[in-house]
């Protein structure tokens, strides 16, 4: 454990019942960092939320903050903040009361009251909308007033699960940012939930992927974009051209195939995105059945002996269209090589 060490999750188990979803979990979230838990539907992200916030006892391990065991602790005595996806505000409350409303709960009154709530309405931009209603402020404001009630409680931690995810995208981009703000400019604390590789990739300090209860990678978000370590992280990052090595040949969705150069020694599977596919050279070929022009790229999609290969070519590039038969080349220099 490093000094730096704020939340320490050891061997966390987490179980419904007899159904074990989270399993023996480790993980170490410095103090000021803003970890992203990244991972498919169902693969126990908000689980994990749960028991960080109390609201689950874990069946093994420890949940350790700020060098204090709280595995036991309930909710309201753990200096935790949520923020759920349905962040419901009171509709009757005005901003003030609602930002307010834990803060009573506690006892603070009067002018530290009003301090308070001013501060967190400042951080996230709201300072003039005190009296407003919730009916009257857009989405991405009542999002605002949300995260301000959390972070006027002045959590260690502050949860996130999906907040975006009831957004129209482009109020997504505009909350992303000010959230990355907000978070940066108060040295908070986040773990942040999403299945948004986007939203974890832009956020994130580092990102922990998920797979079935256990941390499949984690990293900065440059290694988990650049160096995925399995075939399930790669695939969740955008590579499109995955193939594990099975005794010396590498296997995707069709036959498999040896490449003329070797492979890496250790290499259990090699995988390139769209663009690290080199069109119209090499030692294979295809039958193009797909062809799109994006704007700054082209897409093709060639049928061939190896499974479906993507390719991505700049669009200034000749075009090329339906039916046509392409050389292409899977070049291990151009891979990357998947350890797991
Ligand atoms: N209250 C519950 N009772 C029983 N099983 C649950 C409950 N909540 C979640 N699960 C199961 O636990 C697993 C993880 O769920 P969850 O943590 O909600 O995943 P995620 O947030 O990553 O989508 C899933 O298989 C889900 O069906
Ligand atoms: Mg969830």
Redo the contacts with the bound molecule.
């Keep these: 454990m490093s000094d730096q060490t704020l939340l320490s999750l050891n061997n966390l188990t987490l179980s419904?019942?007899k159904?074990t979803?989270v399993d023996r979990l480790n993980l170490e979230i410095e103090k000021g960092e803003l970890i992203a838990l990244l991972?498919?539907?169902?693969?126990?992200?908000?689980?994990?939320m749960?028991a960080i916030a109390g609201l689950m006892t874990p069946s093994g391990g420890e949940i350790v903050l700020d060098g204090r065991d709280v595995t036991r602790v309930p909710p309201n005595k753990r200096e935790v903040g949520l923020m759920f996806q349905s962040y419901a505000l009171f509709p009757h409350l005005s901003v003030f009361e609602n930002v307010a409303f834990g803060l009573k709960l506690k006892g603070m009154r009067g002018s530290d009251l009003s301090a308070r709530v001013g501060e967190g309405l400042s951080a996230v931009g709201l300072g003039d909308y005190a009296d407003r209603r919730p009916a009257d402020l857009s989405g991405g404001q009542q999002q605002r007033v949300a995260l301000a009630r959390s972070l006027v409680m002045d959590p260690k931690v502050l949860l996130l699960?999906e907040p975006l995810s009831n957004l129209d995208a482009r109020l997504r981009l505009e909350m992303r940012t000010e959230l990355q703000r907000v978070q940066k400019a108060n040295d908070l604390t986040m773990v942040f939930?999403t299945?948004d590789q986007s939203e974890a990739l832009s956020l994130a300090d580092r990102i922990v992927v998920?797979k079935d209860?256990a941390i499949e990678q984690l990293g900065t978000p440059e290694d988990i974009y650049n160096r995925p370590e399995s075939a399930f992280v790669a695939d969740f990052v955008g590579f499109e051209n995955i193939f594990t090595v099975e005794t010396g040949k590498l296997k995707g969705k069709g036959e498999a195939f040896t490449l003329p150069e070797a492979l890496p020694a250790g290499a259990k599977g090699l995988a390139w995105r769209p663009r690290f596919v080199r069109l119209g050279e090499g030692a294979f070929s295809g039958t193009v059945i797909g062809a799109a022009f994006v704007g700054q790229m082209r897409e093709y999609v060639l049928e061939t002996p190896l499974g479906q290969i993507k390719v991505d070519v700049d669009a200034s590039a000749p075009a090329h269209s339906l039916g046509q038969q392409l050389a292409f080349d899977l070049r291990v220099e151009d891979a990357v090589i998947l350890k797991r």
């Design positions: 419904y019942g159904n979803v991972g498919p539907s169902g693969c126990g992200k908000t689980t994990t749960r699960d939930v299945h998920m209860g």
